[in-house]
C-alpha cells in the first residue's frame, strides 16, 4: 500500500506569493494533519481535518489555510510568503479522528521563500 | 504546559552501545507519547509508543519508560547500530486536544 504523498517535493517562491500544498493519505485514513518543520527544530502543528472538517488548529496566522476533499486529500494554502515561511511542510494521516491514532508522515514538502 | 522538553541535542554511541533519550512534559492532560525516527530528507516514522497506565513497552532493541510522576519519558536503544544514526523526536498529545506536540529532537551518531 501507498503511504502518505505529498507534492510537490520542494518548490521555490518570493516573498508576499502564495502557495498550495498537497497531501494524500494512506488509503482508508480519514483523519490529515499538516506540521511545518523548521531546519534543527520538531515538527510544529499547523491543522487537523476529519471528515473534510477542521478539527485542530496551532498558534499560526490567518495566512495558513487548509482544506480536505471527500477523498480525504488535502491542501494546505499559505498566503502572502514571508522568509520564515520556509520550511520542511510535512503531512500526517491517521485512520481517525484524535491525537491518540498513531500518525502516519509523508516525506514533506520543502519549501524555500527567497 | 504545552512544552516537551528533550535532551540531549546530540548523542554520539558506540556501536553495540546503549542509546538513551530522555523527555519531560509539564500537562498531565497529555495521555500518548510517541518516539519518532527521521532520517535526512525523510518524514518522521512512528517507532514506538506508550500510554501512561504502562511503564515500559519494548519493541525489540528500543524501549520506552515512563514515569508518570516524574513526568518524564526514555527512548532507549539497545545494541545501537550505524544504521540507527537519525534525529529522533518524542511527543506528547491528549485527549480534548488534536495535535502532537514535539521535543526539539536528538541527533543520534553510531559509530561502528
Known sequence: DAGVTQSPTHLIKTRGQHVTLRCSPISGHKSV????????????????????EERGRGNFPDRFSARQ??????????????????ALYL???????????PQHFGDGTRLSIL | QQQVKQSPQSLIVQKGG???????????????????Q?????????????????????????TISFNKSAKQFSLHIMDSQPGDSATYFCAASGPGGFKTIFGAGTRLFVKA
Not at chain 1, 494533519?33 to 502543528?45: A, D, E, I, M, T
Open chain 1, 91 to 101: 503531512c500526517a494521516s491517521s485512520l481517525y479522528r484524535g491525537p491518540n491514532q
Open chain 1, 33 to 52: 494533519s499538516w506540521y511545518q518543520q523548521v531546519l534543527g527544530q520538531g515538527p510544529q502543528f499547523i491543522f487537523q481535518y476529519y471528515e473534510k
Open chain 2, 18 to 36: 546503549i542509546s538513551i533519550i530522555n523527555c519531560a512534559y509539564e500537562n498531565t492532560a497529555f495521555d500518548y507519547f510517541p518516539w519518532y
Open chain 2, 38 to 62: 527521521q532520517f535526512p530528507g525523510k518524514g518522521p516514522a512512528l517507532l514506538i509508543a506508550i500510554r501512561p497506565d504502562v511503564s515500559e513497552k519494548k519493541e525489540g532493541r528500543f
Open chain 1, 69 to 86: 476533499f471527500p477523498n480525504y486529500s488535502s491542501e494546505l494554502n499559505v498566503n502572502a510568503l514571508l522568509l520564515g515561511d520556509s
